[in-house]
């Protein structure tokens, strides 16, 4: 069973150091949470472990099954099966969601490898079966005046068309409203009851989405670190009581 390794991890944007020694494994067909107020670090976690280029790993280390990923380029950990789900993803006129995904799809296969066109959409229209989507849906632009709804629709399919093994959800900043909410806790909660099922890392201060997203592990971030680790039951304390009882500073 695949899983990903969090290994005292330090990231820094500039000099100024954000995450401060972070352990954490998730293993494939697991939730974990990560909560915490803003400007802790967590959008940052998020994005160094994609391979964003503004956040610099000073220290310790992210294996994905044993093997670090810090010297692979983005497209390689996202080959390798990581996967991020982006929390302003941009526009592309003129793209149908069914070309990008195929071409998605088609960059996460070996060289040489072709992407057989029947295969494809059978597993296009699977996917959508799976998530309960409308098949028109495909055939317009990529995030072209899309809704919020809309966008994680696009989002959620993209991430059951890849199959990753680790996926990275930074639900934080992104304004989800009820029907965002609902499509994207749908959308996780059938990629998990389906066969070979991704781990997930679910960022966000919102105790609404767990209500939908049952975590297995909920996680609590402060000042660049997990303070608390605990069930379920976690995100519902931290609901009714705030973040200031947990609030201590990192001392290295
Ligand atoms: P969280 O997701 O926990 O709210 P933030 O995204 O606010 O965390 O990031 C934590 C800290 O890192 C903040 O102090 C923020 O100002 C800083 N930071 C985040 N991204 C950048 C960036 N691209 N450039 C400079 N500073 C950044
Ligand atoms: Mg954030």
Redesign the pocket.
Known sequence: MSQLEIKDLHIS??DKP?VKGLTLTIKQGEVHAIM?P???????LAKAIAGHP?YAITGGDVLLDGASILEMEPDERARAGLFLAFQYPSEIPGVSIANFLRAAVQARMAEGEELDATAYYKRLYAKMDLLKIDRKFTSRSVNEGFSGGEKKRCEILQMAMLEPKIALMDE?DSGLDIDALRIVADGVNAQRAAANPPGILLITHYQRLLDHIVPDFVHV?YDGRIVKTGGKELALELEAKGYDWLKQPATA
């Open positions: 944007i500039g954000i915490g803003n400007g802790n670090g967590k959008s940052p503004d934080t971030m």
